[in-house]
């Protein structure tokens, strides 16, 4: 998993290099509208996942709802923006800090999609929940088993999962506002100490 997870970060470095800095600035603002927006269009989007497969509890349909409306907001967000985007350039730097302030972006980005997505697994996987003791959830148990065995998640966790709640904790329904900590992270993880 941590192969995967590095890989995506990597490939958004690579893609922040080629788009430049501009447009990774405004993935990151994507990346907030999708999170937060998805927040409150789970419940709708649940309640259509119920009518097609009716034996699912609320609780899985929501989880479903918000895994569904993250990356189709986001990839929405990124679509339209190139379209308004693509002849946009950055004047006075030249294109190798542009490309070099892109991949540091893209970077981050990536790891605030990640941290993103780390939230929402754990919205409905974390302790307080009963979605983990419902029966047929096969691929997606054994996927957050494996999230959650990855070192690069516990890295997420420590540091960058509590900053994106507490920046965004305000903005997020009572249920996943729950999930802000109490303070920010004083240092990084050191892996296997």
């Given at each position: 998993?941590?192969?995967?997870?590095?890989?995506?970060?990597?490939?958004w470095i690579f893609g922040g290099w080629r788009t430049g800095f501009l447009k990774r600035l405004i993935g990151i603002g994507f990346m907030v509208i999708s999170f937060v927006v998805s927040a409150y269009l789970r419940y709708p989007i649940g309640a259509i996942a119920t009518t097609f497969f009716k034996s699912i509890p609320a609780s899985y349909a929501n989880l479903v709802g918000?895994?569904?409306?993250?990356?189709?907001?986001?990839?929405?967000?990124?679509?339209?923006?190139?379209?308004?985007?693509?002849?946009?350039?950055?004047?006075?730097?030249?294109?190798?800090?542009?490309?070099g302030l892109g991949a540091v972006v893209g970077g981050l980005e990536a790891i605030l999609i990640l941290s993103a997505v780390i939230v929402i697994l754990d919205s409905y996987f974390g302790t307080g929940t009963t979605v983990r003791q419902v029966a047929g959830l096969g691929f997606l148990k054994s996927f957050t088993e494996a999230f959650n065995g990855s070192t690069?998640?516990?890295?997420?966790?420590?540091?960058?999962?509590?900053?994106?709640?507490?920046?965004?904790?305000?903005?997020l329904p009572k249920d996943i506002r729950s999930f802000v900590p109490t303070s920010l992270p004083k240092t990084l993880p050191i892996p296997g100490s």
């Open positions: 998993m941590d192969v995967l997870l590095v890989g995506f970060i990597a490939g918000y895994t569904i409306a993250f990356p189709v907001i986001l990839a929405g967000l990124h679509l339209a923006s190139g379209v308004l985007l693509r002849r946009v350039s950055m004047t006075g730097v030249t294109k190798e800090l542009d490309g690069t998640v516990h890295i997420l966790r420590t540091t960058t999962v509590p900053v994106v709640l507490a920046i965004l904790g305000p903005l």
